[in-house]
């Protein structure tokens, strides 16, 4: 089973879990006199089944993506924004440039996933920053009225959020393409026998 498999199983358990909850809603109360349609316990019950699931599942998943290499592009930041524009805070580590040239960085599948969501939060930043700045141009004054002006550059903010989307699709593409590769059972096989390994070793330890 693929990595994406997983996710799509895990996606519906949490919609089973939604549509139990819903059917649990519709027969907690009815009517003097009439019967429930289904037993609320026993929906209790295969909630509570379909919650341990998802739990171990999301738990295997977590264990997977930590163990997962991905390649993640890098790029410099005087190729992307002029030189006195805002800088977003772009880093690379140099251990990564060899000769001037930055070589792509080697991250867990989880760090990769944390990475694009930083991304995602960003753009947002930058597309609620221009945003706000772009209504102070909406205002009509006379020379008796205060002038509004706009203290960012918005085409500055917009070059740095194409950048930010740019890499943000990259990083998204890679994670995609890493889902339908990994073999979710086989990495998560050999996450156990390590871990079963380790714990021998420690418990031999301990006793000699």
């Known amino acids: 089973m693929k990595l994406a498999e997983a996710l799509r199983i ?3 358990y949490s919609k089973k879990i939604a549509l139990v909850k819903g059917r649990i809603k519709e027969c907690v109360k ?3 006199g009439d019967d429930s349609p289904e037993n609320p316990y026993d929906l209790l019950d295969e909630l509570h089944i379909l919650d341990f699931k998802l ?3 999301i738990a295997e998943i977590n264990l997977v993506n930590s163990e997962v290499l991905v390649e993640l592009p890098s790029f410099l930041e005087e190729d992307c924004f002029d030189e006195g524009s805002y800088n977003p805070g772009f880093k690379y580590d140099e251990m990564m440039v060899e000769e001037g040239e930055v070589k792509p960085a080697k991250k867990t599948l989880c760090e990769a996933l944390s990475e694009r969501e930083s991304l995602k939060r960003r ?3 930058m597309q609620f920053t221009i945003s706000a700045g772009s209504v ?5 004054y006379s020379k008796s009225e205060i002038k509004i002006i706009c203290l960012i550059n918005p085409i500055k903010l917009q070059k740095v959020m194409n950048k930010l989307s740019e890499h943000s699709r990259i990083i998204d593409t890679k994670i995609q393409e890493l889902n339908w590769e990994v073999d979710f059972e086989d ?5 156990i026998k390590r871990k079963r390994a380790e714990s021998r070793k420690v418990r031999r330890w301990y006793f000699f």
């Open 123 to 125: 753009i947002e930043l």
């Open 55 to 57: 739990t171990k599942l």
């Open 136 to 140: 102070a141009n909406n205002f009509n």
């Open 10 to 12: 895990r996606m519906d």
């Open 30 to 32: 009815v009517q003097e």
């Open 187 to 191: 990495v998560l096989e050999t996450i």
